[in-house]
């Protein structure tokens, strides 16, 4: 079937009141043009409302883009950064609707930065700017942002993305570990929540899905030299117990 046809179902879809998860018009218009089906695996597949595992990242479904880019309210002319670029699908609905030149994103995954460029090079969206960074730190060279979007749960806004906000600007973000809800936050950090959602969580350095082991993370590394500190002074513990006992 003809993609753009494919791609107005999935929009009048997320536009349908059982979904009522895309009520904007800019945004709708945006995501009728993006050809979703370079973005994924599964080409086939591209426009049922389910996500998608790639290069050890998940692909947002389109009703979660929704969700996310209704309350960022992008407009024309907006300077917009992307933190959790992925395959560079949401970068290239923002780019839609602010424009490339306006759009900047940041991975901390090399490969998924190369992924989301050649995504964006595909679809005509090459001028969106992605780069390999740490997303708490965001990209204060092209700061500030009129609309940050954070693809990845935290505890609590980065300091550094709120530094980064325009004095009127908004950053969007899932809020919460256990329990998360997509949120909108102001340059003064002040918190709206929306409804609940479920994201990864943000990686740091030694995270990333390229790395040589994933699961050694520093947080790990952490816990570990914490418990071996444990285990070592438990063992001398015992050794002095036992002299003083002999001596005894």
């Known amino acids: 079937m003809d993609p753009a046809v494919l791609r107005e179902d999935m929009v009048a879809g997320l536009e349908h009141e059982s979904k009522g998860c895309l009520e904007s018009e800019t945004v709708s218009v945006a995501m009728r043009s993006v050809s979703r089906e370079v973005f994924v695996p599964d080409g086939q597949n591209a426009y049922t409302d389910r996500s998608f595992e790639r290069l050890g990242t998940r692909v947002l479904a389109p009703s979660t883009v929704a969700r996310l880019l209704e309350p960022l309210a992008p407009e024309p002319g907006d300077s917009v950064l992307v933190v959790g670029a992925g395959v560079g ?7 839609e609707i602010v424009g490339p030149e306006q759009v900047h994103a940041v991975d901390i995954t090399r490969r998924l930065v190369t992924e989301a460029r050649r995504n964006l090079s595909d679809t005509g969206h090459e001028a969106v700017l992605v780069d390999r960074r740490d997303g708490a730190d965001g990209l204060p060279e092209y700061a500030p942002y009129d609309r940050i979007l954070l693809e990845a749960a935290a505890v609590r806004p980065p300091r550094a993305l709120l530094d980064q906000l325009a004095a009127d600007g908004r950053l969007v973000m899932p809020l919460g570990t256990g329990e998360q809800s ?6 003064d950090g002040a918190v709206t929540r929306l409804g609940g959602c479920a994201f990864e969580p943000m990686l740091v350095e ?3 899905a390229d790395t040589v082991e994933r699961n050694r993370t520093r947080r790990e590394e952490r816990e570990r030299a914490r418990r071996a500190e444990r285990r070592r002074r438990g063992w001398e513990q015992d050794w002095i117990d036992w002299e003083e006992s002999q001596s005894g």
């Open 89 to 95: 699908y949401t970068a290239a609905v923002l780019a």
């Open 206 to 208: 030694g995270e990333q």
């Open 182 to 187: 997509i949120a909108t936050v102001d340059h």
